[in-house]
């Protein structure tokens, strides 16, 4: 008798403890149907930092036309050639063409390159 009594009591419990189950699964489904809006946003904006503005500067000068972009990758390869091991912290370029040169200064190592 007394195993009787406890599965009167655990479907008791049962019985008074679904519905609260229920409205506690309720509101959790709302909930994230409301912040669902809040996570695209959040998708989005990622999306807009990882697209980095990058500005194309070109040179012009007697006819002539040079990619800054591509400048920069030449004199990074140029020092690399030049100096392998050893990383890249700072460069800065000088572009002359009325020299048809430029000149460049990475970790404060000054060289050059015709254009």
């Known amino acids: ?14 019985e008074k403890t679904e519905p609260v ?25 990622g999306k807009q930092v990882a697209a980095v503005f990058v500005p194309e500067v070109y040179v012009q000068f007697a006819n002539r036309q040079f990619d800054s972009a591509v400048l920069v990758d030449r004199c990074k390869e140029d020092f690399k050639a030049k100096h392998p091991s050893t990383l890249i912290r700072s460069c800065k370029l000088y572009i002359k063409p009325e020299d048809n040169m430029v000149y460049y200064v990475i970790n404060d190592i000054e060289d050059k390159l015709a254009l």
């Open 1 to 14: 008798m007394s195993t009787n009594l406890v599965k009167e009591a655990v479907e008791v419990a049962i």
């Open 21 to 45: 189950v229920r409205k506690a699964k309720d509101v959790a489904e709302a909930a994230a149907k409301k912040a669902e809006p809040a996570l695209e946003a959040v998708k989005h904006a």
